[in-house]
């Protein structure tokens, strides 16, 4: 493993870039017979190398980019989408779904909890659920818990029971399926395909939600790590400043990392990690590369075991009985 981090570079990257741009054209075209796609842009780096890619592929004229902000995503959100429209010169619109899922009471739901723990909850406070910080010395379960800023920037934390827990996190899934039930109507009423951002680091961790972001047409970048995909967004001359940007569900008022809320590792260690156990690489081989001892590594890479087995079932086709 001494090399892995060169492993993991993208080797060709121009042959790289074309092969996914002619995946995006065929399978669209010719295999769905769609005159071009539709792409939910969020102003990260998994979209917007996604809206390059079928830039690239099918022309401007045949990209849509949707950006959808509702009242608690990030207002660099949008900014950021708007300037990759601007780049790209694509066709785009705005679609503010906060009254849809006020209309699913998603915001009372939540904050109804936020306020069982914490009554000084107000309009000015800001919440997100968060995990402890990933201990590889540690093989206890990571157990997310309630963070909030209040008014004065004062942070509150609570453990949360197991209901509220599930409450708050399946009221925010439906976020992503509003999110992906709006791209398909802009899909089928003007013949697009809904392309889907999933890089592979989330893919096989299953860190997307089932028919929200993971329902989608097609995937360019599903086989590529998400280091990969920073290489890729650096070759397609993604703008600096979503390049530069941490990854983030944005879904919550007071803003997460992914890092810190899926993996709690770095994703260069967490890439080396994956690549290594796809491979077949032995733990000590990649202490040097990452900083992390043997016994961390077996600690984390039990943990990824764990979180995919428990997450296989959103990478499969529903089941159902033969006949």
């Not at 121009?14 to 842009?41: A, E, Q």
């Amino acid at each position: 493993m001494k090399n892995s981090t060169n492993q993991l570079k993208l080797k060709n990257i121009n042959l790289i870039s074309n092969k996914l741009s002619k995946f995006i054209k065929s399978y669209t075209i010719d295999t769905l017979g769609k005159k071009g796609v539709v792409i939910g842009l969020s102003g990260g780096l998994d979209s917007s190398v996604t809206a390059a890619l079928a830039t690239k592929s099918l022309g401007s004229e045949n990209v849509f980019g949707l950006i959808m902000p509702e009242k608690e995503s990030s207002p660099q959100s949008q900014k950021l989408a708007k300037l990759l429209v601007n780049q790209l010169k694509i066709k785009s619109e705005v679609v503010d779904i906060t009254k849809i899922l006020d209309s699913y009471d998603i915001y009372n739901i939540r904050e109804k909890i936020v306020k069982k723990y914490f009554s000084k909850f107000n309009k000015n406070c800001k919440y997100r659920l968060s995990v402890p910080k990933f201990d590889p010395k540690k093989s206890k379960l990571r157990i997310p818990f309630l963070e909030i800023q209040d008014n004065k920037n004062n942070i509150h934390q609570f453990n949360l029971n197991s209901q509220d827990f599930s409450t708050l996190y399946s009221a925010t899934s439906i976020k992503h399926r509003t999110r992906m039930a709006m791209l398909y109507f802009y899909a089928e009423k003007n013949n697009l395909s809904v392309v889907g951002s999933t890089n592979k680091s989330e893919y096989i961790q299953g860190y997307f939600v089932k028919y929200g972001d993971g329902g989608v047409d097609l995937e360019p970048i599903q086989n590529l790590y998400k280091t990969q995909v920073y290489d890729l967004g650096r070759h397609l001359k993604i703008p600096s400043k979503i390049l530069s940007r941490k990854a983030s569900p944005d879904t919550w008022s007071f803003e997460t990392t992914d890092e810190d809320f899926f993996f709690g590792i770095s994703y260069e260690n967490l890439d080396i990690i994956l690549h290594a156990r796809e491979n077949g690489i032995e733990p000590k081989k990649i202490e040097k590369i990452t900083g992390l001892k043997t016994t961390e590594i077996k600690t984390i890479t039990k943990y990824l075991d764990k979180r995919k087995k428990s997450t296989s079932h959103m990478r499969k086709s529903p089941s159902s009985i033969k006949s």
